[in-house]
């Protein structure tokens, strides 16, 4: 395919911006905000990437709504950066061309919930932490887990995952169906409350990761499960990387249904430990989670202590009381904060990388490496079942040198996992902090992507900037 | 959106088809055929409409004779439809603007299994039968089971799915990633070896189920299972759909792992208890698969056994060795050469749809009542667990009569389908049988899958007149 890339963004024609804002503010009132603050508030706040305020900030209450604003920003070839609760982490809410923050958090009602078919519709405001609130008295839950409470419409639209994609998926197996609001006003309903379907092409999971550019997603019907009768929690420390991830290969080749399996490296613990005055040892550790039947999890609890001491692991110490194994996972959950505290006053630079589980413990223990050699401080967490972790270089925002140093260590993240068969990019999506890696990875894919974005925003108006590098 | 369509297919220019031929001819030798049987055979095969042979049949055995074939037939402005094993249901091989078939069914070399990553690399002659009995040795398995010894890039490309998608997803979920053909001649890969991914557009999943009308998939890269320790299978009757699936909402909603739940309907029992000498009570029956470690189906089981006599249902009866098991479920294996006997010389019209299963019970008894109504014999058979059913009208294809009632019989069972909140298919596809319901299904959204369309195929030759009704 010959390129056709949706082009920069025009610069507003003179006069017409004004235009827009006036009729913006006469429509919405005080829900249309030029205010300093609040449009800092809305860029780019979880990243190492510069920070890239929009023109305005407008709060959205309705699909309706959306429309109107997108039509109008059409016409006058304003950009539209969706946003939800801010937490994506790679640049993807800031506004390198201007335009409107379209803040959809006041769409946050649950519209229905369907027990007998464990689904759901939800607006893209709603968070996990709120729908999940609203499901438990009916014994039902949302697996979904990126740890931050993060609106389900962002993340859908980064395709967001978590700790236990590896049982239960990623958004891309969560939605059954979006309604958006295209590039030129309209709306659209994708997929539909059927379980599964072959009727047509498949615009829900081309939504879900597109990070806005291709539509504003208003509306979410999810996929939902029963609460399991049991859970149970584990932790389990490792002499090395590469013995805990063959442990968790072996554990997945014989079929043992882990709901969640999460890796911390020494680093990590010791960080861990510190913070959350702990007396783990300082190794690689596992920390994993069954869900399932009393008999079944404490079955598995069995099959896994077994597979981990035929690969040199130490006991799997195993709770089944909510406090008890809140303590047990209590590293795990502070790991962000944790790694913070090592370096007060450091910017924390949250990225991952995701390979085929063989290629893991290599590509974990290169990236350390790195890490040392270029003398930085690091811990490095992951969702070990799906292949994917995450390394937070803690830098001195105002050292070029420390700067230059992160983005050699992410090129060579990459480089290896794109070798490995693997991907760049887990689940944190592009954004602008991976634009460079998109090629790399995809080919002349790319092109095809590119031909899509052209063919539904021929205009570059949703989130320009973000996913393709411009031409 | 306005409408974007890609326009019907040119007619070939004088002179062009000739000249085409004369040079497949003399660059493929015999691999190219213009023999009638051979046209006959790769059209459409086992639908009730009318075959439309290719103009020629072309046997590739590379992704870059693929890629050949198709620039010089993008030249000629000549239609390519791709051909597996000739078993999809809605009219997707026939070549209503001629064209020529695309045989890939020898391009069939597992290239690489992946043990620890539980991924295999294919081509998409492969069969899914092939591939398990390659992937038995190893102790794993791949589950997409559309009943039919189908290819894997025909099951990519029509969203299969079948008896176990309750458990394993469809092929859907279970392609890591594709390399495929565009309308240009270009190859692309999509995906990765990965478990999952936010980079860029899920152009995977839009290949999948886009019926080769977007590319033409030449590799694939599959996730797999460990088989499992212990395979129990079950058989239980119902005195009503409605109990049938209630059991089955429970159990869902349990969280027992079923991993085949299928109903078959009196009409379809009596079929089978006829055909296979079976004495099956003719009521509503699940017939059961239970997958896991030997206490844990057993304890399926059990849970099960007891939300079916919660549900008024008979007694389950449940078998662990091979032959035994095959017994149990022998009247759902034989359920379509059952049903075809019911009336010899008959043609079957196998259809489906797929509804939120809370809505399945009404829905199947009112397609019953329109069978019994329209005076048709039809069994009904269904993936309950996913709320994916099939009705099986046998009609005399000679007569004009019985054609009209099936429309209408289809026409309805759609409608109720789509007011229900489902799809008007589940995993058969759209291709030419059901393109009239596309829109009334998707609405507006068909307007971005037409957008789509045109963008990556402009001159509409990969497989013209399928999915899309012509402007």
Sequence with gaps: MTLVMAEAPRPVPAGAKEALFAALASRFGPRFSLGQALRAQHANTLTWLKTEPPDAVLFAETSEEVSEVVRLCAEAR???????TGTSLEGHLNAPFGGISLDLSRMNRILA????????????????KQLNDHLRDAGLFFPVDPGADASLGGMAATRASGTNAVRYGTMRDAVLGLTAVLADGSVITTGSRARKTASGYDLTRLLIGSEGTLG???????????????????????????DACNA??????????????????????????????LVLPEQPTLFLEFHGTEAGTREQVASFAEIARAEGGGDLQWAARTEDRSKLWQARHDAYWAARALRPGAEIVSTDVCVPISALANNV??????????????????????????????????????RRKVQEFLDRLVERALAAGGTCTGEHGIGQGKINYLAAEHGSAVLVMAAIKKALDPLNILNPGKIFALP
């Design 365 to 402: 223990s290169a990236a350390r490496e790195d890490i040392d050699r270029l003398g930085l401080l690091a811990p490095i967490v992951g969702h070990v079942g799906d292949g994917n972790f995450h390394v937070m270089p803690l830098i001195d925002p105002a050292s070029q040198e420390e």
């Design 248 to 277: 968790t290969i072996a554990a997945l080749q014989m079929g043992v249904p882990l709901a969640r399996i999460e890796l911390a490296d020494e680093v990590q613990i010791r960080a861990c430990n510190a913070y959350s005055h």
């Design 113 to 128: 919930v369907h027990e007998a078919d464990l689904d759901c519709v939800v607006e893209p405001g709603v968070t996990r």
């Design 216 to 242: 504003i997603i208003t509306g979410l019907t999810l996929k939902l499960y029963g609460i399991p009768e049991t859970i149970l929690s584990g932790v389990c420390s490792f002499t090395s990387i590469e």
């Design 78 to 84: 304003m950009p539209v950066i969706p946003f939800g």
